[in-house]
């Protein structure tokens, strides 16, 4: 548990050195390497841990994406106030 939240925050300090590489490329990468061979564990595992978050994070940011557009969609619509959803239903809204 306390390799876990020194793994964690040495993540971070990689992070934060490599805020001034565009897209932190390359950095957040060789960093979790160096850092889980202080572990012994081989740097493909960290290479990996580094690639698979950064699948989870463009994940989410796609999931943010289409969460926006369908939204903008909706207030475009007039779907986004109460009254515009339930004349879109056949519905009476009263204020």
Wanted: glycine content about 14%.
């Amino acid at each position: 548990m306390v390799g876990a939240f020194v793994l964690e925050g040495l993540t971070k300090v990689i992070n934060l050195v490599g805020a001034l590489t565009p897209g932190n490329l390359g950095t957040y990468e060789g960093g979790n390497m160096l850092i889980v061979k202080m572990f012994a564990v081989t740097g493909s595992a960290g290479l990996a841990l580094a690639l698979c978050r950064r699948a989870r994070a463009a994940f989410w940011a796609g999931v943010g994406a289409i969460c926006m557009m369908v939204m903008k969609r909706a207030e475009v619509r007039g779907l986004s106030s109460p009254a515009g959803l339930a004349s879109r239903f056949g519905v009476k809204f009263q204020e």
